[in-house]
């Protein structure tokens, strides 16, 4: 009876690690799944139309909002350098550390200014467009910056406009 016992308890041991290594192979492949990780896009090209939207005039500033968050502003002067008219644009903020590494990319709307009494307001392109040769002051506002970013300027570069 003990040997029948002894027998049982060794077979289960025998089948005890082949579990264990498909349970942590499952495990691994639904996190691989699941957590795919972040895959770094290619840049993609800008609309042809991006080369006629010029960025002038960049200056930053942070303000606290009414909750005691720190703001963010990019601000400027937007030109329409081409034939139609600007309805949309949208731009790509790339910030970097002291060792000149991406550490965030945000991806913003350009907001131009609609009027500036009794204060400020700006209003997207759609509801206040750019006119082939004209151009507004602009505003794009960031609510985080990464605590590791250098300070510095961020790249901006336009990645998607629209016309009509």
């Not at 329409?80 to 990319?105: C, M, P, R, W, Y």
């Not at 200014?113 to 004209?134: K, T, W």
């Not at 151009?135 to 985080?144: A, C, G, P, Q, Y």
Request: hydrophobic share 45%; net charge negative.
């Amino acid at each position: 009876m003990d040997g029948l016992l002894h027998s049982q308890a060794t077979e289960k041991r025998k089948w005890f690690p082949i579990v264990a290594a498909i349970c942590l192979l499952a495990a691994a492949l639904a996190a691989i799944l699941v957590f795919p990780g972040d895959k770094a896009k290619p840049p993609s090209a800008p609309p042809a139309y991006a080369a006629n939207v010029k960025l002038t005039n960049v200056h930053m500033m942070t303000a606290e909002n009414f909750i005691g968050s720190s703001i963010t502003y990019i601000e400027g002067t937007v030109a329409n350098a081409g034939d139609k008219s600007l309805t949309g644009a949208t731009v790509e903020l790339t910030f970097k550390n002291s060792l000149n590494q991406i550490v965030q990319t945000e991806d913003a709307p350009v907001r131009v200014l609609r009027s500036s009494e009794p204060y400020r307001d700006f209003a997207n392109l759609l509801d206040l467009p750019l006119a082939a040769g004209q151009s507004r002051e602009f505003r794009l506002s960031l609510e985080h910056i990464s605590a590791d970013w250098n300070h510095q300027y961020p790249d901006i570069r336009v990645i998607d406009v629209s016309t009509k």
